[in-house]
């Protein structure tokens, strides 16, 4: 489609300096030095005013500033690596592709249609896996989501860092994205099919669809119910489109190259934004010629030089505002750009695919549509979307224990696990379990569906044994009366107890103090105080009746007084 548009632009009469637009094709390996070495061989044959690419964000990130300094722009139609976005670090720089930072938002938008909460990351480790990780991350967070494991895969060795199969399988989430360019995609795909952590119980998500006739047939009930995610034109998404450019490009691609057309419908989508790219550039040399007809310099000048790093374009920063202020309806869709960002800021659509089975075996479907700033819709043509296991049930996001293999570490204790031998029906001894941790472990099994695989410990196992086993992998759980302490939760994780037993303290309730006026009478009974009062006053009688002519004390007072004085003086 580069080649297609040049040509066009020749059939459109579209020159530049009285001259037609030429072009020159490199093709990297892959490696940022290659892509320099191009450029730089293109330089010292031709003046290069503009490049269409490059294809891996992290060649973009190398070209960028090499353009910067020879005055040239970059327009590149599959670097989505958010850190280009930024347009004081790349003033030179241009995408007619959606960034990685509007996959996230779509992404994020898409967990929330269907309840989830939590994913797994798959990442390869270049600026494009390392960039798209960080924008899911950060909009993950913003919105309340969680990504609770990032997996990488080293593009040099091909191959995981670390054990597949034990990093999703001990991950709280079921949903896996994998973000991965397609040339990588089926890779990681095939390690976790032979790690069987592809469906049922899985649910994979992808940044780019790819054929599924990568795959042995063996493997195509696991891969029903992936989804893929992937930048796509406005005719996907019934939004308006240049059809004229687009039956033109493709007339042109018919006739110079038919071995090569694949048909209208199997066009890559990245070939129609390659396009728009070389279009972009195309009418921006256009605008910069036309500005500078009644200049005597000319619009293609070039400061020259052998060594291709002192090259300079003389109309740089000319050409640039014409690349930013270039606005009009591409084949892809409406393409615009802005002065603060490198990003296109119209026409950007997403569409997500669902593998499902068909007569020729599992095919990918179109499910849903996505244009920004909006969200996620049902096609104008609805199809079902067919989950992980080929069901119609939307699966929650987290781990499931159904139909999984539990090594269940377990200890004799009476009366929560009891030991017994028996003869079996072929005279074999045995051992039979029973108690407490054994119906808890029935009572587990039936609601939650795991398969247990009981493992008795040694009798010389300790408790604290037990909490090495776990973390050592020897046992999946350990069912048991282990007291919970500070040092083991450091080493593993506890469930809610399933006995309390503690060490208690008792004391004895205190209560409240109050004060009593006539707490000194409680000590004896009432009637002893009777008794006590009567004695009282007869004594006082008996000293009042001896002493009432001899007292001094009692002279001269009335009989009433008298008697009260002598029981005080009993008193």
């Known amino acids: 489609m580069f080649k297609a548009a040049i040509v066009l632009a020749h059939q459109y009469n579209i020159s530049t300096g009285g001259e037609f637009i030429r072009w020159q094709e490199g ?57 280009l976005s930024n347009r004081n670090v790349y003033p030179n720089f241009y995408r007619t592709v959606p960034s990685d930072d509007l996959a996230a938002l779509a992404l994020v938008k898409l967990f929330i249609r ?89 649910t994979w998500i992808l940044s780019s669809a790819i054929s599924i006739n990568y795959f042995n047939e063996t493997y195509y009930q696991n891969l029903i119910g992936m989804l893929s995610i992937e930048p796509v034109t406005g005719s996907v998404v019934n939004a308006l489109i240049n059809t004229t450019l687009l039956d033109a490009a493709y007339s042109i691609w018919q006739q110079y190259e038919p ?151 377990i200890i004799e204790s009476v009366p929560f696990l009891i030991v017994d031998n028996a003869i079996d029906a072929s005279g074999q001894t045995i051992q039979e379990y029973s108690g407490y941790i054994l119906d808890l472990i029935d009572i587990l099994q039936s609601q939650l569906g795991f398969i247990p695989i009981l493992q008795l410990a040694p009798s010389t196992m300790t408790y604290n044994g037990l909490i090495q086993a776990v973390k050592d992998g020897i046992y999946d759980i350990v069912v048991a009366d282990i007291t919970v302490t500070a040092a083991r939760r450091e080493v593993v994780s506890f469930s809610n107890p399933i006995y309390d037993n503690a060490l208690c303290i008792v004391m004895r309730q205190t209560r409240d103090i109050s004060i009593d006026l006539f707490a000194f009478l409680k000590p004896f009974a009432l009637n002893l105080w009777l008794v006590a009062l009567a004695t009282l006053i007869y004594a006082g009688m008996i000293m009042w009746f001896v002493e009432r002519h001899n007292n001094e004390e009692l002279e001269n007072r009335s009989v009433l007084s008298q008697i009260v004085l002598s029981i005080w003086y009993c008193w």
């Open 27 to 83: 093709q990297s390996t892959g490696a940022v030095i290659d892509v320099v070495d191009v450029v730089c061989h293109a330089l010292s044959t031709s003046n290069i005013v503009g490049i269409v690419g490059p294809y891996l964000s992290r060649e973009a990130e190398i070209i960028a500033p090499f353009a910067q300094k020879i005055g040239i722009p970059v327009i590149s139609y599959s670097a989505t690596d958010p850190d």
């Open 114 to 202: 269907f309840n989830w909460t939590s994913c797994t990351v798959i990442y390869q480790n270049d600026a494009f896996g390392l960039g798209g990780v960080r924008s899911i991350s950060n909009s993950f967070n913003a919105s309340g989501l969680a990504v609770k494991r990032t997996v990488e895969f080293d593009i040099a060795t091909l191959s995981i860092r670390g054990n597949l199969k034990s990093l999703l399988t001990n991950a709280a989430t079921r949903i896996v994205v994998l973000w991965a360019i397609s040339a990588y995609t089926p890779l990681i795909l095939q390690d976790a099919l032979d790690s069987n952590v592809v469906g049922p119980y899985f």
């Open 259 to 409: 071995e090569s057309f694949p048909g209208s419908m199997n066009v890559d989508y990245y070939a129609l934004f390659a396009f728009d790219a070389t279009w972009t550039l195309i009418q921006s040399l256009q605008k910069l010629c036309a500005s500078k007809i009644n200049n005597s310099s000319s619009c293609l000048s070039f400061f020259e030089s052998s060594y291709c790093f002192n090259c300079r374009f003389v109309q740089s920063n000319l050409l640039l505002d014409a690349v930013t202020r270039t606005e009009f309806l591409g084949i892809s869709g409406p393409i615009q750009f802005s002065y603060n960002v490198t990003n296109r800021i119209t026409g950007l659509y997403y569409t997500a695919k669902n593998t499902q089975p068909s007569s020729n075996g599992v095919n990918f479907v179109h499910v849903l549509d996505y244009s920004h700033p909006g969200d996620w819709r049902i096609p104008a043509q609805e199809n079902i979307i067919v989950w992980s296991g080929n069901s119609l049930t939307k699966p929650t996001g987290q781990a499931s224990l159904k139909g999984v293999n539990l090594r269940i570490g």
